[in-house]
């Protein structure tokens, strides 16, 4: 069974740095691309980054690019998010999610339960 | 970057009967074109990918269609697990996108 924990969400203060981790299991992680999601409260999905198999195609959405670096450990089984300079309007519920194949411009079809990032003053 | 826009926001339709969602791209993604459903507190489920695949375990009530700009999601008889928010994705290009999504309640 896939599984797909993620952890490190944080209450913090506007222009701190946060990493998420997403352990994976149940799968072989490194035949499958990665991605982050976000959903602020009560809101919609929406893309944050995304990284294939290996890493030699990484993506970051606008709202992202230049503060968010995306990585993984395939050794470890791990999917990171390095986030800087943080903004009141990065708060949301980061879900991690597994591509369907090794290429990162496919669906999502495993989602964990997500991490909470709260960013307030 | 691809705008994907749904509707309606809100669709009521009682159990039983057929629901209707739509999606549209501002240009044209292929079929490269995903659903998810998600429940109050879940994580979405994928639902349908390539724009008409149904995802492993997903009833064959849940039906997609569409190419390029234009696309449907319907759900021919409406049970009580379905009433949810459906959201739409592009993945034919990066950015990803999604749609806003659309509520899908009992009526």
């Known amino acids: 069974e896939v599984q797909l924990v993620e952890s490190g969400g944080d209450l913090l203060q506007p222009g701190r740095s946060l990493r998420l981790s997403c352990a994976a299991s149940?799968?072989?992680?490194?035949?499958?691309?990665m991605h982050w999601v976000r959903q602020a409260p009560g809101k919609g999905l929406e893309w944050v980054a995304g990284?294939?198999?290996?890493?030699?195609?990484?993506g970051f959405a606008d709202s992202v690019k230049g503060r968010f670096t995306i990585s993984r450990d395939n050794a470890k089984n791990c999917l990171f998010l390095q986030m800087n300079s943080l903004r009141a309007e990065d708060s949301a519920l980061y879900y991690c999610?597994?591509?369907?194949?090794?290429?990162?411009?496919?669906?999502?079809?495993?989602w964990g339960q997500g991490t909470l990032v709260t960013v307030s003053s | 970057e691809i705008v994907m826009t749904q509707s309606p926001a809100t669709l009521s339709v009682s159990p039983g009967e057929r629901a209707t969602l739509s999606c549209r791209a501002s240009?044209?993604?292929?079929?490269?074109l995903a659903w998810y459903q998600q429940k109050p507190g879940q994580a979405p489920r994928l639902l349908i990918y390539?724009?008409?695949t149904r995802a492993t375990g997903v009833p064959a009530r849940f039906s997609g269609s569409g190419s390029g700009t234009e696309f449907t999601l319907t759900i021919s008889s409406l049970q009580s697990e379905d009433f949810a928010v459906y959201y739409c994705?592009?993945?034919?290009?990066?950015?990803?996108?999604f749609g806003q999504g659309t509520r899908l309640e009992i009526k």
């Open positions: 999610a597994k591509a369907r194949t090794l290429d990162a411009a496919t669906p999502y079809d495993s």
């Open positions: 240009q044209s993604v292929s079929s490269n």
């Open positions: 990284v294939d198999w290996n890493g030699g195609k990484i």
């Open positions: 149940g799968f072989t992680f490194d035949d499958y691309a």
């Open positions: 994705q592009q993945y034919n290009n990066w950015p990803s996108g």
């Open positions: 390539g724009a008409s």
